[in-house]
């Protein structure tokens, strides 16, 4: 269903044919009757009524955001050892500890953080910027 979803979205003219019950996204794909079917009854595409249009719903645009924007945050180094396993120590003779953690998604993107917690920060705060994208285009907020 995810290869139907991403024909759908990406193909403006998509149409649903009345008469084989498939919805039409581009010259040579059709989603099978089962396939429309299944993404209708759940709600992933909307269809309009005067013309025939086929749309992603909001619902399946998030889903699909959420799917393309998968972290996860790397764990923290901790204590610092040198080649030979010791561990190392600063001038003053405390041990080194690296709390340090990236985050990294799906798309490619990748961030850093003090901590564990801070990355996991910059990795919502990159979702929401794609939801935000998504929800300003469906709604035609200009905020």
Known sequence: MRRELAAIG??????????????????????????????????????????GSVRLSLRARLAMIADEHRTETTVPTGYLEDAAGARRSDKRGRLMY???????????????????????????RHRVEFVTAVL????????
Do not use: H, K, M, N
């Open 98 to 124: 690296d709390r340090s953690s990236f985050a990294l998604c799906a798309c490619g993107w990748r961030g850093a953080g003090a901590d564990r917690e801070e990355a996991r920060s910059a990795a919502r």
């Open 136 to 143: 300003r285009e469906q709604f035609g907020t200009g905020a």
């Open 10 to 51: 990406s193909y403006p003219a998509a149409r649903f044919c009345p008469e084989t019950g498939r919805i039409r996204s581009g010259l040579l794909t059709d989603a099978s009757r089962s396939t429309s079917r299944a993404l209708l009854r759940r709600g992933l595409v909307v269809i309009d009524p005067a013309g």
